[in-house]
């Protein structure tokens, strides 16, 4: 398959280079140039595995890089560490359903894509002796997923810039215990926003990406996108068996998760509703409102991995909508960067084959939700999955799917503020918060990440600056 870019000024790629590149030198996002319909196996696929079921999903795409068997081997590895036998599985709460998705090693659902995508870049990188710098910014569950995703992983390092001091306790320790000598922790004085701006910016670079063989671990990476559609489809059989229209809730931050929902319903998924739920900082819902793109300061919230107001794949999105059309999106992106803002005309959403509906809730309303949760359950909910079942309860939806996109652990301390309890930390939280951490804490500068990168290349070794 090939992959073309959504400001249609860049060559077509194959899945190898798909797989480390990040966004396309026209400034663009990769995406399929055709995708496979799977409506008519669905019916065949109500009870096979998740690891089965992420095969069939993802074969159409690695064709003529993977091998069917090398393909099922490295699924296996990367759920092996996952610690629910179906992988990921729905709880029914009073009158809605949580999918929980925060089984893995770092209890966040970017483990889903990114233990997968670790061992896809390992298996394809092995064989040769060039090394590769994998870089990416966080605003918690990204860096820590990645980390633990390529850490002693062959010929790859991967350098992972985090806001100093914004993301949680329990999502820095997991980043920063990892001492591996292939793991770089950048600490950066400013916010999210300004972390993915340099990322960017270095990609953006003339020629630079290719000099230091750059890969991307964001959602800018298509590959990414692609594996999340596993679990639409797996949740999407359980779900038919209580007789449900399939609307789902997702915590919305890079529009990344929302975005797969989106791809499996034009693979043939029946996906009846996709609920964009934000938090405080709402720039999509007022796109979804009235077509206007415009991004503010970023506010830091209850949910840190939703305080985002560049919501880059929305850009794949407006793409499908303006029905490939590169130029208009070209005039879209070229608007935001010089004038902040872009007007996408409303009716084009009718070419969206799912409804959107997009919402937000405030601080108050998540602490209130939160607290509800716990009074009637005494049980913790994560902030970033209180958002997705406020929204939708807000928007007037009963029995829908709300996507658990953290485990409540990973925000325990501000879990604790909330509900005026003491939470039950489990033995293996505790050690990981009793062990040592270290980073690298730099300005929001170019030019010293750029001098970094340049200095880790020609060292071939992280460990150079944790020498001081
Ligand atoms: C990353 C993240 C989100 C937002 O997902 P996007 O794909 O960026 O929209 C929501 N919740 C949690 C816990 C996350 O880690």
Known sequence: MKFISTRGKAP???????????????????????????????????????????FYLLQPFVEGHFSDFVLKDLIRKAYAPFSHPEICTIKPEQDYYLLELFHGPTYAFKDYALQLLGHFFEKTLEAGDKKYIFLGSTSGDTGSAAIHALKQKKNIFVVMLHPNRRVSEIQ?????????????????????????????????????????????????????????????????????????????????GNFGNAFSAYLASL???????????????????TFFDTGVYQPKEVVASLSPSMDIQISSNLERYLWLLANKDGEKIQTLYSQLKNQNQFFFDPKLF??????????????????????????????????????????????????????????PVKFYDRLEQITFSTYPLPQKIQTLLDSPSRCLILPADLMEVKELIENLHKEGKADFWAEE
């Open 350 to 407: 009718s070419n969206s084959l799912v409804k959107f509906t997009a919402g937000f809730a405030s601080e108050k309303e998540v602490r209130q939700r939160i607290n509800a949760y716990y009074q009637t359950t005494k049980n913790y909910m994560d902030p970033h999955t209180a958002v997705g079942v406020e929204v939708a309860i807000k928007k007037g939806k009963k029995n829908f799917l709300s996507l658990a996109t953290a485990h």
């Open 267 to 285: 693979m043939g998924l029946p996906v009846e509703e996709i609920v964009v739920a934000s938090n405080q900082n709402h720039v999509l819902t």
């Open 172 to 252: 820095a320790k997991q980043m920063l215990t990892v001492f591996d000598p292939n793991v770089v922790n950048l600490a950066i004085q400013g916010t999210f926003d300004d972390c993915q701006a340099l990322v960017k910016a270095l990609f953006a670079l003339p020629g630079f990406s290719k000099e230091y063989s750059l890969g991307a671990v964001n959602s800018i990476n298509l590959v990414r996108i692609l594996i999340q559609v596993a679990y639409y489809f797996y949740a999407y059989f359980a779900f038919q068996k209580l007789n449900l229209p399939f609307v789902i809730s997702v915590p919305s």
């Open 12 to 54: 077509a790629i194959d899945f190898a280079e798909l797989l480390l590149s990040g966004t396309a030198p026209d400034g663009g996002l990769y995406m399929p140039e055709s995708l496979p319909d799977f409506s008519k196996n669905i019916p065949k696929w109500g009870s096979i595995s998740y690891q089965e079921l992420c």
